[in-house]
């Protein structure tokens, strides 16, 4: 965003709808009644503080180890620097909308999602997200988990999918669909966890099944996931991971919307194994730190979504050799606990407002 642009924010903000009108060709509604400079006027959408998403010792979760990102097409799957789920500390006051404003706090603090068309704006982890749409928390063969935390959110492409693996699911053998994090209502950044997840068209997806009546809200905040791999975390635990699994991914990935999946290197060396003859499917299958409670699904751009930036196509060829190796190394189990850092790292400042494409100001402002 360029000076002027975050000038016009600021003056949108306070002199809505004059100046707003200006900022964009879309049908602009009236300002969501994000407070410019109080919180007195803080209107329903917003989430109370002691609402905030709360900390859970979900294992889900699993933080990629910060300094380690080993190839750049791995940084641009998720970012390195995704923190272990932790509390956000507790804010007494919205704050309010500028271009130096942390977009996690921005973002974080919305409750309701932006009525605008449907758009994924930006790329995975550096965007927003217009005209939201709510995975139902329960479906004939899904229920959502972490229901506080408020992320059941995606593009409509990206709901459509799940309720289409989900609707299959059965068929493979699996029960139904225990479903984490998609996005927030309104996209970008996150107070806590993942990196991606930022425009709606990422959603993580439980390695364990539905089980065969509905969770209480609190077994969904607690419930935990479970581990695929064994003890030596090189492999998985055959006493864990099942032929269903494998079939469950596989028809993941060979959804045509789907642009990737993202799972340890155990699993993905597994489903290499087991793959047979059949192997196309496993190129979009991706390698990746954690991913072993759940694995992630990545859809493409949509159509309709201009300011969407999609993805190096993934490599060619089945993914099961040399670079499944570098994955498997990287991610082994060390024999010795690292040595700890000398320095405390130096926190990097948060991505402002400012930082993300444009187009996330009126995903804030809208109504
Ligand atoms: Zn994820």
């Known amino acids: 965003m360029s000076n002027r642009t975050a000038g016009a924010l600021l003056a949108a903000a306070l002199l809505w709808p004059v100046v707003g009108l200006a900022l964009t060709a879309e ?4 300002p969501a009644g994000v407070a410019p400079s109080s919180a007195a006027s803080g ?3 917003m989430l109370a503080p002691s609402a905030a998403t709360p900390a859970t010792a979900a294992p889900i979760a699993a933080a990629a180890p910060a300094a380690t990102t080993p190839a750049a097409t791995a940084a641009d799957d998720m970012p390195a620097g995704t923190p272990p789920e932790a509390a956000p500390a507790p804010s007494a006051a919205l704050v309010p909308i500028t271009a130096n404003a942390p977009a996690k706090q921005l973002f974080g603090q919305v409750a309701t999602p ?3 068309a449907a ?3 930006g790329f995975y982890s550096r965007g927003c997200l217009a005209g939201a749409k709510a995975l139902p928390v329960d479906g004939q063969t899904w229920q959502v988990m972490r229901l506080k935390r408020n992320r059941n959110w995606g593009h409509p492409d990206l709901i459509a999918f799940l309720e289409r693996l989900a609707n299959g699911a059965p068929r493979l053998g699996w029960r139904g669909l225990l479903v984490g994090d998609l996005s927030q209502p309104r996209g970008g950044p996150m107070l806590t966890g993942h990196a991606s997840h930022q425009i709606g068209l990422d959603a993580d997806i439980w390695l364990t099944p539905m089980p065969d009546r509905r969770l209480s809200t609190t077994e969904r905040e607690e419930l935990s996931a479970v581990s695929m791999l064994d003890e030596t975390e090189g492999a998985v635990d055959p006493t864990k991971w099942t032929s269903v699994h494998a079939r469950l991914i596989k028809r993941a990935a060979v959804d045509s919307r ?3 999946i993202f799972v340890h290197p155990a699993i993905k060396r597994e489903l290499c194994r087991t793959a047979g003859g059949d192997r196309n499917w496993l190129r979009k299958v991706r390698p990746y730190w954690g991913h072993h409670y759940h694995f992630h699904v990545r859809i493409k751009c949509p159509r309709g979504s201009p300011d969407c930036h999609g993805q190096d196509p993934v490599p060619s ?3 099961c050799g040399d670079e499944l190796q570098q994955w498997l190394a990287r ?5 010795e606990p690292p040595p ?3 320095k405390p790292e130096k926190p990097k400042p948060p991505v402002t407002l400012a930082a993300l494409p444009d187009s996330c100001q009126q995903v804030l402002l809208a109504n």
Do not use: M, W
């Not at 049908?27 to 009236?30: I, M, N, T, V």
């Not at 991610?331 to 024999?335: L, M, N, S």
């Open 27 to 30: 049908p602009l509604p009236k």
């Open 43 to 45: 209107p329903p959408a």
């Open 114 to 116: 932006a009525n605008l």
């Open 119 to 121: 758009r994924s704006i």
């Open 258 to 260: 789907v642009e990737r």
């Open 317 to 319: 060829g089945d993914g």
């Open 331 to 335: 991610t082994a189990k060390p024999v």
């Open 340 to 342: 700890a850092p000398a």
